[in-house]
């Protein structure tokens, strides 16, 4: 009986962890320029993200995989209010419009800690023994709701008010502001340390790919609409280890 408790608990032990995160998220879209600090700092919201992992580092003989790699499930919310910016950023029909964006998003991947998962049970004084660098890759999808407005006379509605990179008869560029479900690819890169037996904190720098240009209900007309819309986000969390 007491090898079968010993053996339960080794298998089990540090196998399941939640974390709670928030931090500051920038939407790389058709608000503004490509690249550009202006664009990139103005169209800048928040995000907060809840994260489940599971590893079976803790088990016995266990396998480079299991000693390196997280399981990860992440729930996120990601909000951002939009200008445009730029050297067109005058002209009235510009300046006069506004966006959002707003996004559920499910994640699901893995992360991987090239000097190991930390399995101890005690909490160590050596900062190496607490600290792990990690990467992750994820697939995401994304329930974003986009909205745009302008100030002039009839909004949007009025084809005088749009300006003419945005204006489309097809459906496959222009304005399209109807809520949509985008599939994306996550990047993540960050490192924990530990604080204590049970919790770790964490710096998280993350991106995120999208398979469509409409995430921001905006895609120009013309050749200059290379890449789909895109995002990069930093944060900061703590996890606690369960079991």
């Given at each position: 009986m007491c090898l079968f408790v010993r053996q339960a608990e080794a298998q089990t032990f540090y196998e399941h962890e939640v974390s709670l995160s928030?931090?500051?998220?920038?939407l790389r879209s058709d608000y503004g320029i490509s690249n550009d600090s202006e664009t990139n700092f103005g169209n800048q919201g928040v995000a907060f993200s809840l994260n489940y992992y599971y590893n079976t580092a803790a088990r016995r003989s266990a396998s480079y995989f299991q000693q390196h790699f997280k399981y990860?499930?992440?729930?996120?919310?990601?909000?951002?209010?939009?200008?445009?910016?730029?050297?067109?950023?005058?002209?009235?029909?510009?300046?006069?419009?506004?966006g959002s964006y707003d996004n559920f998003?499910?994640?699901?991947?893995?992360?991987?800690?090239?000097?190991?998962?930390k399995i101890r049970r005690i909490y160590s004084s050596n900062f190496l023994d607490n600290?792990?660098?990690?990467?992750?890759?994820?697939?995401?999808?994304?329930?974003?709701?986009?909205?745009?407005?302008?100030s002039l006379p009839?909004?949007?509605?009025?084809?005088?008010?749009?300006?003419?990179?945005?204006?489309?008869?097809?459906?496959?560029?222009?304005?399209?502001?109807?809520?949509l479900v985008s599939l994306s690819l996550n990047f993540q890169l960050g490192a924990r340390?530990?604080?204590?037996?049970?919790?770790?904190?964490?710096?998280?720098s993350s991106?995120?790919?999208?398979?469509?240009?409409?995430?921001?209900?905006?895609?120009?007309?013309?050749?200059?609409?290379?890449?789909?819309d895109w995002s990069w986000g930093i944060n900061v969390g703590y996890t606690y280890i369960f079991f």
């Open positions: 928030a931090g500051l998220f920038q990860r499930l992440n729930l996120s919310y990601s909000t951002v209010n939009l200008e445009h910016f730029g050297p067109d950023a005058d002209d009235p029909r510009l300046a006069s419009m506004e998003s499910i994640g699901n991947g893995f992360e991987y800690y090239p000097l190991g998962i600290f792990s660098p990690y990467g992750g890759m994820a697939f995401g999808v994304n329930f974003v709701t986009p909205d745009a407005t302008s009839g909004g949007l509605g009025n084809p005088d008010n749009v300006f003419p990179t945005f204006l489309s008869e097809s459906s496959s560029n222009g304005i399209d502001l109807e809520n340390y530990k604080i204590n037996d049970k919790s770790d904190i964490f710096l998280e991106w995120m790919f999208f398979d469509s240009d409409f995430v921001d209900g905006l895609s120009p007309v013309g050749p200059q609409n290379k890449n789909d």
